[in-house]
């Protein structure tokens, strides 16, 4: 690994972490749902125009199409749909920390339905995560945390593993900005419909919700996206999610310099656990590759 790959891994990490901060500003000012199916809208119209740029077209694989539709749902609608909700009532930090398991998960996931093996490191990886989990969890149940939020982020982790083992290799074929911009639109879509049903629009207008809207809009929805890509096409899909371990340390931080979180020393040690856990898992999945 170049270092190159380090730095564009680092950036990814940072940037995937920040977006639950942002996320947290704007569901303080805005509804949740809408907002989100704003920012799809527009970051889906984006990818598209790039892709046609870049001469990418319609006709995607039948896997492309399937990572499209599934990726819209699960990702877009439910993953982030459900982390917006729930940072309303929840530190932006916890659900960044909650969100940061989606590599154990998927290790699990993989292990148990799809006979992947993971040897004893990757196993001893998924019992720390799980550890790391207990430890920050029964730290903020003494602090009064809201089941709600936590419940929704939860499945929000599910819906993403299960997107994530569902389109495996959907990454060939080319067209990737294509399948990028058109999955974000499903999003928008299913978002944008669920929060005009469901929500009042009332708007808190000022220069910090449009800064959070168009940083959530660009850095972590678009830039994101393109720098992973990349680091996957540059070094593997198994060793540029080694960069996950250091979400759940970037998204504490993070809430903590901008929101003004409190930093825990119960969070503190679970967050190193569940990097560890995520680390071994990863580097066991990458050896096993």
């Known amino acids: 690994m170049d270092i190159r790959a380090i730095l564009m891994g680092l950036g990814f990490a940072l940037m995937w972490s920040s977006a639950f901060t942002s996320a947290r500003i704007i569901v303080s000012a805005a509804p949740p ?4 199916g704003l920012r799809f809208l527009i970051s889906g119209l984006i990818g598209i125009t790039i892709a046609l740029i870049l001469g990418q077209t319609w006709r995607l694989t039948r896997a492309q199409w399937r990572a499209t539709i599934i990726f819209g749902i699960c990702q877009n609608a439910l ?10 009532t929840i530190e932006a930090s916890l659900a960044a920390i909650i969100a940061s398991t989606v590599p154990l998960l998927v290790g699990l996931l993989s292990w148990a339905l799809h006979g992947e093996r993971l040897g004893k490191v990757g196993i001893f990886g998924l019992f720390a995560g799980l550890a790391g989990v207990v430890i920050i969890m029964g730290a903020r149940l003494q602090g009064g945390m809201d089941l709600y939020g936590v419940s929704l982020c939860a499945i929000a982790v599910f819906a993403l593993a299960f997107a994530t083992l569902s389109v495996r290799g959907a990454a060939s074929g080319g067209n990737f900005m294509m399948v990028v911009g058109l999955q974000m639109i499903v999003g928008s879509v299913l978002a944008g419909i669920a929060g005009l049903a469901t929500e009042p629009f009332v708007v808190e207008w000022s220069l910090r919700l449009v800064l959070a809207f168009l ?5 972590p929805g678009l830039a994101a996206t393109l720098v992973w890509f990349l680091l996957v096409e540059r070094i593997g899909a198994t060793r540029a999610a080694t960069f ?32 560890g856990g995520i680390l071994a898992v990863q580097l066991s999945r990458q050896r096993r590759v």
């Open 79 to 88: 993953y982030l749909g459900l982390n917006f909700v729930a940072v309303q």
């Open 244 to 275: 996950h371990f250091l979400n759940p340390f970037f998204g504490v931080v993070i809430a903590a310099v901008l929101l003004n979180e409190a930093l825990r020393l119960g969070d503190l040690i679970g967050v190193l656990v569940i990097m």
């Open 33 to 36: 749902l809408t907002s989100l």
């Open 215 to 219: 940083y959530t809009t660009f850095i």
